[in-house]
């Protein structure tokens, strides 16, 4: 079973650019599709992006394409979300989540989490 942890978060004013990093450990990183999740306060945890296992596929959720960029890293077991452009509206707990299957936007499709790491964007 991985185990995932995020790092990056903090506070950031509208515009700016944050790097949200997850390392997992385990030897079957390379097999999961990986994804970001974020909460906002109040609202039910949502899909920001996710990238598959070979690192082929992406898929991203319309409020953040163009802004957004999730790479993975094999050699450091690692995956990033690059935001670019914050705005107040990304403010939210973001979470890595794992999944041994195809790219999904499903929350309940994946089955390894991280603990969060948050960011807060100020205007």
């Known amino acids: 079973q991985a185990h995932l942890v995020e790092s990056g978060g903090g506070s950031v004013q509208t515009g700016a650019s944050l790097r949200v990093s997850c390392t997992a450990s385990?030897?079957?990183?390379?097999?999961?599709?990986m994804a970001w999740f974020r909460q906002a306060p109040g609202k039910e945890r949502s899909f920001v992006a996710a990238?598959?296992?070979?690192?082929?596929?992406?898929e991203y959720s319309d409020s953040v394409k163009g802004r957004f960029t999730i790479s993975r890293d094999f050699t450091k077991n690692a995956v990033y979300l690059q935001m670019n452009r914050l705005t107040p509206r990304d403010t939210g707990v973001y979470y890595c989540?794992?999944?041994?299957?195809?790219?999904?936007?499903?929350?309940?499709?994946?089955?390894?989490w991280g603990q969060g790491t948050r960011v807060t964007v100020s205007s």
């Open positions: 989540a794992a999944r041994n299957g195809g790219l999904s936007t499903y929350r309940t499709a994946y089955d390894v």
């Open positions: 385990g030897h079957t990183f390379a097999t999961f599709t």
């Open positions: 990238v598959n296992r070979n690192d082929a596929n992406t």
